[in-house]
């Protein structure tokens, strides 16, 4: 990679940076219900004679009343957003029906919809369940009334237990064949990366939540092109709000012209707020089905320090080689097949032999993605097992703390069991208003017992989870209502590989040596408006 080097905060980059924040909290939900709210106390002053007229009164009130039945009868919406959306029926009665429908509209018409679970299904056939069978059969057979050697430990029956829910519920299998590095910074992984990606032979698939053009970008694209030029096939999946400046149609066209197909997920629309939802938040880069990495980390030049956004740029990515990567390839030819001309997708053309021979004994790997329209909240119920797994640590960093109360009471319990829970999260936020919800969670969770770390050198992007130094999870998901809920999200879990463990847990204590913790006397201190700004904010979480 090219010489490091922080570009000027005046510099063109950064207007560039600053042009998408601004649209993002345009098009945002956010901003469509504070919109209506306006629009709505506008035509209360100004039509009140004929809006408080008995008739038109009475119609109002029926109608609240049926939307809050609704709402409250709803198994999709979480409790948390139950209670959102029933103060915006109350507070706004004559468009709190037209603006639930307009931010819900790609679930109402979502014309893909259909044929992403179509694709789903299709690829159950491509995925290796073998090891996955070889342990329920583990599990039938073993006999709990009897105690000795031949069988499973208690730790290990309660873990296999678990990859029931895998197998039955995300459908995904588990390997044991698999070999990983695990990468403290982005700098390097974007090294490994484009090095790897100078070797293939085959693809090299990319999908990616942002992607800014910079330093990191063009050497990125100066690669692509030779692999391309050579025959390799280039696919580049980019999340819509990307499009609302550089990188659209026409960009897509550019990069057609050196035979590099990219794609836009979701484009947004200035018309349409649900396009905002359901973002593709996945990071994902396969190399020949032979290689994979996910984590934190998107096309950007923050991500690898080379420009200053939010003083350091703390991230992580993992890589791993063996069985493990099928998943990944199939993951990325989910959403690509959304925008696919063709019914099926030919997945064996892809899925080529990825055998290796340096793998952990004991270790399994579980790479999952969360699609918004599962009936399960994969990487939710991940982090509650092991969160209820835990008898002596669980780390956490994450940019964003912004959780339900069900979360809560699941931190809390760990917590007030004796368990060492750690949560990090930025010093420096990339948004204000979210670091004032982050920190109205600081007092009832260290209350409980759990500590709470502001990393003082700049903003935390990693989504690491790390328990025992038994399990760890790398991935894309944060602690957040979108994420949890909303979002398109990948990452892997990992049982009992000690040498990565022991790579996160030491990545953790790095972080953690130059972290502040928010003791009570700190949170004290805490500007009581602060703190009054950050309870209500917390309010509209959901929706943020």
Not at 72 to 81: A, E, P
Not at 186 to 198: V, W
Request: aromatic content about 18%; hydrophobic content about 40%.
């Amino acid at each position: 990679m090219s010489e490091t080097y922080v570009l000027n905060k005046n510099s063109e980059y950064s207007s560039y940076r600053k042009k998408v924040s601004i649209l993002r909290i345009l098009f945002s939900p956010m901003f469509f219900i504070v919109l209506f709210f306006l629009v709505e106390i506008f035509l209360i002053l100004f039509f009140s004679d004929f809006i408080y007229k008995k008739e038109l009164q009475f119609l109002i009130i029926i109608l609240s009343i049926f939307e809050i039945i609704y709402i409250v009868n709803s198994k999709k919406l979480k409790d948390s957003f139950k209670i959102i959306w029933m103060l915006v029926f109350i507070s706004m009665p004559i468009f709190g029906v037209l603006l639930y429908f307009i931010l819900n509209l790609t679930d109402i018409f979502s014309l893909y919809r259909n044929k992403l679970r179509d694709t789903v299904i299709n690829s159950k056939k491509y995925y290796d369940f073998s090891f996955s069978d070889e342990i329920r059969e583990r599990l039938k057979l073993d006999d709990r009334s009897v105690n000795d050697d031949n069988d499973l430990k208690e730790e290990v029956y309660h873990e296999y237990s678990f990859y029931n829910y895998f197998h039955d519920y995300v459908e995904t299998p588990i390997y044991k064949d698999v070999s990983s590095y695990y990468f403290d910074n982005g700098k390097d992984a974007f090294e490994d990366i484009i090095k790897k990606m100078k070797q293939a032979k085959h693809f090299i698939f990319i999908e990616i939540f942002i992607l800014f053009d910079g330093i990191v970008w063009q050497e990125m694209l100066k690669v692509l092109k030779e692999k391309a030029k050579e025959g390799v096939e280039v696919k580049l999946l980019v999340d819509g709000l990307n499009s609302i400046l550089r990188f659209n149609k026409k960009y897509c066209e550019y990069l057609k012209s050196f035979n590099i197909e990219a794609k836009i997920f979701k484009p947004i629309s200035p018309f349409i707020a649900s396009t905002q939802n359901r973002r593709d938040h996945r990071k994902i880069f396969v190399i020949d089905n032979k290689i994979a990495y996910t984590g934190g980390i998107n096309i950007a030049d923050e991500y690898a320090n080379l420009y200053e956004r939010f003083g350091y740029w703390k991230d992580s990515c993992i890589r791993i080689k063996g069985k493990a990567v099928d998943s990944f390839t199939i993951m990325f030819l989910h959403l690509w097949q959304i925008y696919s001309a063709s019914k099926v997708i030919d997945f064996d053309k892809y899925l080529i032999d990825n055998k290796i021979e340096e793998k952990v004994d004991g270790a399994v790997y579980v790479p999952y993605t969360d699609y918004p329209y599962l009936a399960e909240n994969v990487s939710l119920e991940i982090y509650k097992y092991m969160f209820n797994a835990s008898n002596e640590y669980m780390y956490i960093m994450t940019p964003y703390l912004v959780i339900d109360e069900a979360m809560v009471n699941t931190i809390e319990s760990a917590a007030k069991r004796g368990v060492d829970v750690r949560i990090i999260v930025p010093r420096i936020p990339d948004k204000k208003y979210v670091f004032y919800v982050n920190r109205s969670y600081y007092r009832s969770l260290v209350l409980a017992g759990a500590k709470i770390y502001e990393y003082m050198p700049g903003f935390i992007h990693s989504k690491i989870y790390l328990q025992d130094n038994v399990r760890a999870v790398v991935g894309t998901a944060n602690l957040d209502y979108r994420s949890l809920y909303m979002h398109y999200e990948n990452g892997i879990y990992i049982y009992n590989d000690n040498k990565i463990l022991g790579d996160i847990k030491r990545d953790f204590d790095k972080v953690l040596s130059e972290s502040k913790e928010m003791t009570m006397s700190e949170i004290i201190k805490i500007p009581k408006r602060y703190r009054f700004f950050g309870a209500i904010l917390k309010v509209f979480a959901p929706l943020m």
